[in-house]
């Protein structure tokens, strides 16, 4: 098993900047991926940027690209992080932070959520 807490929310103007940061723990040596994923109100959740373990390969959704960044905190650290600059209202939503376990596709843990809300 593999735990995920979150931090970092909160609200913020439009154009502003909110780092959000997730800490993995339990079978840590069986991530092979971390990533961030957005729930708008009334949507599906979607990706927002990947990191393939131990953390050059990144990946971002094109809405974010050249805003957002997502870094391991150092090669010894399980906990990623989200940087998000210049935000826009449609980014607000509740973030989650997931792990995709070695020798499977999908990500299967699941971290609780944080609400993210950028005001016009």
């Known amino acids: 098993q593999i735990q995920l807490v979150e931090s970092g929310g909160g609200l913020v103007q439009a154009g502003g900047s909110l780092r959000l940061s997730c800490t993995a723990s339990?079978?840590?040596?069986?991530?092979?991926?971390m990533g961030w994923f957005r729930q708008a109100p009334g949507t599906e959740r979607g990706v927002v940027a990947t990191l393939l373990w131990p953390g050059r390969h990144k990946s971002y959704a094109d809405s974010v690209k050249g805003r957002f960044t997502i870094a391991r905190e150092n090669i010894r650290a399980n906990t990623v992080h989200l940087q998000m600059s210049n935000l826009k209202p449609e980014d607000t939503g509740v973030y989650y932070c997931?792990?995709?376990?070695?020798?499977?596709?999908?990500?299967?843990?699941w971290g609780q959520g944080t609400q993210v809300t950028v005001s016009a």
């Open positions: 997931a792990v995709r376990r070695v020798g499977v596709d999908d990500y299967q843990y």
């Open positions: 339990g079978r840590t040596e069986f991530i092979s991926a």
